[in-house]
T-cell receptor, first 114, second 114 residues
Framework: QQQVKQSPQSLIVQKGGIPIINCAYE??????FPWYQQFPGKGPALLIA?????SEKKEGRFTISFNKSAKQFSLHIMDSQPGDSATYFC?????????????FGKGTKLSVKP | EAQVTQNPRYLITVTGKKLTVTCSQN?????MSWYRQDPGLGLRQIYY???????DKGDVPEGYKVSRKEKRNFPLILESPSPNQTSLYFC?????????????FGPGTRLTVT
């Protein structure tokens, strides 16, 4: 019940395409859903996050869509660029993330071809 | 500059030789944690600490020890490393309280145990 299932494991798109990464969870107590971006040789860094009281959040070219009834959320990257090539992790937490206890998905390695 | 630092960044050691990976943050964060990252398994939490002298097990604590004697430092100790502890390790920190708060990751320590 504590798991966050992420798919696909890897993704290749052409520049300008819209990669979509999906995550699903079971624990209805989760109330904070961040996405982290990790470049090779670096630690993960927060990209964008959503609370379950909204269905969509957009920051620049990155959008989270959230479906509370289906217990699913996804990351869309509009007009993807080669610089977006990285590993993306979805995560979930209880207590709004205030306890620091993040449960991570297994990650999606995205390659954006020029 | 707000940051989480880890040392060493790379370490090759032999089975059974005790080692310590240091982690330090300069953001006055209460919460610190250690993760290991393995291909196909994502980020798994090893130990976490809610504050000084308060530590608890994460999902994969076997073979590891931690201590939190100062707020800024959270070392990870492998008293008798084994080859299955070969991995990429990340330290992270965040604020506690009425979040959500971003979890900041260090640059990682790549450990090889032969």
């Amino acid at each position: 019940q504590q798991q966050v299932k992420q798919s696909p494991q890897s993704l290749i798109v052409q520049k300008g395409g819209i990669p979509i990464i999906n995550c699903a969870y079971e624990n209805t107590a989760f109330d904070y859903f961040p996405w982290y971006q990790q470049f090779p040789g670096k630690g993960p860094a927060l990209l964008i996050a959503i609370r379950p009281d909204v269905s969509e959040k957009k920051e620049g070219r990155f959008t989270i869509s959230f479906n509370k009834s289906a217990k699913q959320f996804s990351l869309h990257i509009m007009d993807s660029q080669p610089g977006d090539s990285a590993t993306y992790f979805c995560a979930a937490s209880t207590y709004g993330g205030s306890q620091g206890n993040l449960i991570f998905g297994k990650g999606t390695k995205l390659s954006v071809k020029p | 500059e707000a940051q989480v630092t880890q040392n060493p960044r790379y370490l090759i050691t032999v089975t059974g030789k005790k080692l310590t990976v240091t982690c330090s943050q300069n953001m006055n964060h209460e919460y610190m944690s250690w993760y290991r990252q393995d291909p196909g398994l994502g980020l798994r939490q090893i130990y976490y600490s809610m504050n000084v002298e308060v530590t608890d097990k994460g999902d994969v604590p076997e073979g590891y020890k931690v201590s939190r004697k100062e707020k800024r430092n959270f070392p990870l100790i492998l008293e008798s490393p084994s080859p299955n502890q070969t991995s990429l390790y990340f330290c992270a920190s965040t604020l506690r309280g009425r979040g959500p708060y971003e979890q900041y990751f260090g640059p990682g320590t790549r450990l090889t145990v032969t």
